[in-house]
């Protein structure tokens, strides 16, 4: 049996940033106040929270005088200028690529565009974007979604629309969004905002997913560029699982297969992904000869 790593794989820049900063922190003083999980993978959240990382879901239950980090995912503005006030202590770790993103539909915003943004809304990434837009903003995530959208219903046009996406979003898509937001718009400004390491891991798997049987994709559930992973790799009709950790590995899945590919979301840490390796050794090692390459 084969085993191939998607490279690249695993922790882009912005996570390893954002996790070495908070290391640091909790290094120096604890507790650090994180608000919503620092990263979306569990088993790292509970790797850091042994440190004195605490979770909490608002600025509200960080107390005056605290230290508080900030995910790569970003916050939006009015929220550390609240954290600012209470004397609270702020670590930055927004990914520049978000902040880039942050500062576009800020910039668009304040030029007098409707920002239209490619994502989730619900995203924390979403919700802090939204915060540096002080006009009309819409978000889809979807082509349908913007036809249903109320600047698809409205019988005039928008005279100026401004596109960005969330920085996990694929390029293709924003392609598609760019297209359709012409019919809607007499003057269109597009910001490519999704980062290199998005695009570089789904091309990883989307070469992988022909040299292979079947790919693992190891990453939290709650990880929307670990979905997109996933369902790049069943597109290219590639038999793909995706779990949290090794310990939910289907052993009668690894015995079926005679080359298996391996590919990691952005959050996903190196030691999650060596314990995976090592579950497929002891899995199939008395199959046969395990290989990296």
């Not at 609270?88 to 520049?96: A, E, F, L, N, W």
């Not at 910001?191 to 091309?203: G, K, S």
């Not at 009668?252 to 060596?274: F, H, N, Q, Y």
């Amino acid at each position: 049996m084969k085993v191939l790593v998607a490279v690249p794989t695993g922790w882009c820049f912005g996570v390893k940033r954002a996790i070495e900063c908070v290391e640091k922190a909790l290094a120096q003083a604890t507790p650090v106040y994180a608000i919503g999980s620092p990263i979306h993978s569990p088993q790292e959240v509970e790797r850091l929270q042994k440190m004195g990382l605490r979770v909490v879901q608002s600025d509200a239950e960080i107390p005056a005088g605290a230290t508080a980090f900030v995910r790569a995912h970003g916050i939006a503005p009015d929220i550390l200028e609240n954290l600012r006030q209470k004397n609270v202590s702020v670590i930055d770790g927004t990914c520049p690529f978000v902040r880039a993103a942050q500062n576009h539909a800020r910039e668009l915003s304040e030029a007098g565009y409707h920002v239209l943004i490619l994502g989730n809304e619900k995203h924390p990434e979403i919700i802090g974007m939204r915060g540096y837009v002080r006009g009309p903003s819409t978000v889809i995530s979807t082509i349908p979604s913007l036809f249903s959208s109320t600047i698809f219903k409205s019988s005039a046009k928008i005279h100026k629309l401004g596109l960005v996406s969330q920085t996990t979003q694929e390029e293709s898509l924003l392609a598609e969004a760019a297209k359709a937001a012409l019919g809607v718009a007499d003057e269109l400004r597009i910001y490519n905002t999704i980062c290199r390491a998005t695009i570089e891991r789904q091309q990883a798997v989307r070469r992988l997913a022909s040299q292979v049987d079947g790919m693992i994709v190891i990453g939290g559930y709650n990880s929307a560029n670990t979905g997109k992973l996933c369902r790049i790799a069943r597109d290219s009709n590639c038999d793909a699982v995706w779990i949290e950790h090794a310990g939910q590995l289907d052993r009668r899945w690894v015995l079926e297969k005679r080359v298996i590919g391996i590919a990691a979301g952005a959050s996903t840490p190196d030691w999650l992904i060596e314990q995976l390796h090592n579950a497929i050794h002891n899995i199939a090692g008395r199959q046969g000869d395990v290989r990296n390459e």
